[in-house]
């Protein structure tokens, strides 16, 4: 028989952070930095836990330097082949003497058989961590973390160019899945990492408020120097392509098409060209130390204890618009 859940599931654009009491002067007082002991590899970790999606038009090794001097990491994507990894290794030996994660991605986590694999995974590698996903659930996030996973993806459907809700009606709102995912991972010492559905620096302080150790961020660093894609010019603008991993462009660029038995579940956008990534990623840790200064977290690592959020019908005037 199916059934309904009738508790309200909801979304980065259904609440707001409530602001409290601060005893912090400005926004530089705020430190961003984490530091992680994951539960299976038993590997550390320090740095502003903000990723670079796995997406050929995201995660390039452009974006791993850039990122890099800002102490974020990038997924890096799996299209690059033997021959690129040479030659990046080449002119960037310490950045490849030190890959020590893994992250075993596929559409739906739910599958026995991926569960498996990451049984694998960790077998074969004991010491590197190893993160895996998508789930948006409590109870996958604990079968994957028992299986070796050190981090769980968290997140079906919430991308900027990702159809799979429209195609399949499978999902679940990423506020939401990011509470119950984290609080499944902590009790059994493992982490999370949201996985889609920011849209600005508010989301992204949203995700780690709710609980998320890591953002994994696609769109949001889509379109710039570093980012991947071809670059289009139309009546004097440049525009950069973006794609989901699962859309038409990215199956007939690195599988050579649609395989009959499935269908797309991504869509392709021009993104306006908007230079070095580093304005970018200003901006976004910038909003994320503001979001500290209301709410009285000293630290990121205190930004979770410190948020409330209040459901809301609306977040934004829009007189002039929805762009700023």
């Known amino acids: 028989m199916p059934r309904i859940e009738n508790d309200i599931k909801l979304d980065f654009k259904d609440v707001l952070l409530r602001p409290k009491r601060s005893t912090l002067k400005s926004r530089s007082e705020v430190d961003l930095m984490r530091s992680y002991t994951f539960r299976n590899s038993k590997g550390s970790y320090r740095g502003i836990p903000i990723v670079a999606a796995n997406m050929d038009t995201v995660g390039t090794f452009e974006m791993a330097l850039a990122l890099s001097k800002f102490t974020l990491f990038t997924a890096i994507h799996k299209h690059y082949s033997v021959d690129d990894w040479k030659e990046f290794a080449t002119k960037n030996q310490e950045c490849v003497q030190s890959l020590q994660y893994i992250c075993v ?25 190893i993160m895996a996903g998508n789930v948006v659930t409590g109870e996958m ?15 079906i459907g919430p991308g900027s160019v990702c159809t799979t ?22 009790g059994l010492g493992g982490h999370i990492i949201s996985d889609g559905g920011c849209t600005c620096p508010g989301d992204v302080s949203k995700a780690f408020g709710a609980g998320a150790d890591f953002v994994m961020l696609g769109g949001m660093l889509a379109g710039h120097s570093e980012s991947g894609g071809e670059v289009i010019e139309k009546n004097g603008k440049k525009y950069k392509l973006f794609y989901g991993m699962s859309s038409d462009t990215a199956m007939k660029r690195h599988a050579g098409g649609v395989a009959e038995y499935r269908a797309s579940e991504g869509k392709t956008v021009e993104v306006v060209y908007k230079g070095p990534v580093d304005v970018t990623i200003r901006d976004v840790l910038g909003g994320v130390r503001s ?28 007189v002039f618009g929805n762009d700023n």
Do not use: M
């Open 105 to 129: 991605d596929v559409a739906n986590g739910y599958s026995e058989h991926f569960v498996h694999f990451v049984k694998d995974v960790r077998q074969k590698y004991p010491t590197h961590t």
């Open 141 to 155: 996030v604990e079968e994957l973390i028992l299986a070796g996973a050190d981090i769980i993806k968290v997140g």
């Open 165 to 186: 809700r429209k195609k399949t009606g499978v999902g679940y709102p990423q506020l939401s899945a990011v509470i119950e995912c984290a609080d499944a991972a902590h």
């Open 291 to 318: 979001t500290c200064t209301y709410v009285g977290a000293g630290k990121l690592k205190e930004l979770s204890r410190r948020t409330t959020f209040i459901r809301v019908t609306q977040q934004l005037n829009t």
